[in-house]
């Protein structure tokens, strides 16, 4: 009778643990593998470059400023209604609009528009801005964010998916600083 060497416990606890422990490293190392490979293997989103409608031109009056939305151009099933993204609209002359973000500039906090006085607020920390969008008053060091807005065919458009935000040269008026370029 040949008797093969049987395997023992301790060897066949061996194996069963680096499958399990293998198994378990597999597991964990494709979420931080994808996320190293997703910049090579996502092409270029142009969610961010959309123009969106914010509405008919007759939504906003003459020398009114209203708080529009739109939908943000890059979202997932689960975004639900926090990517509906709020910005105010000002009509400056029936003709000319500008479109603010409806954060502050200082921490982000969402600003409110109070007609009476013609003033943007931030609840926050006291920031104030004129209707204009320029800063008034507080901790903030700029003006609101405006994005970037065009008419075509009697509705409002801006360029959204990205937070409009001062560029360098923006930065640079901010410090206060001049660099030779």
Not at 30 to 37: A, D, E, F, Q, T
Not at 49 to 74: C, D, H, K, M, V
């Amino acid at each position: 009778m040949n008797v093969e060497n049987p395997t023992s416990r301790r060897a066949l606890l061996v194996k069963i643990g680096l499958l399990f422990n293998g198994t378990v490293g597999v597991a964990l190392g494709i979420p931080i593998v994808r996320y190293l490979l997703s910049p090579a293997t996502r092409g270029r989103d142009h969610g961010y470059e959309s123009w969106l409608s914010l509405g008919r031109l007759s939504q906003f009056p003459a020398g009114e400023t209203r708080l529009a939305t739109y939908r943000n151009p890059i979202v997932s099933p689960s975004d639900g209604q926090t990517a509906n993204i709020p910005c105010w609209v000002r009509n400056v002359d029936g003709r000319s609009f500008q479109v603010f973000a409806v954060n502050c500039a200082h921490l982000g906090c969402p600003v409110r528009w109070f007609p009476q006085s013609n003033l943007f607020l931030c609840p926050c920390h006291g920031g104030a801005y004129y209707q204009d969008g320029s800063r008034a008053s507080g901790p903030p060091e700029r003006g609101l964010f405006e994005h970037e807005y065009r008419v075509e065919a009697g509705n409002l458009l801006i360029k959204a998916g990205k937070l409009p935000t001062p560029g360098p040269s923006a930065l640079i008026q901010l410090s206060g600083k001049k660099t030779c370029a």
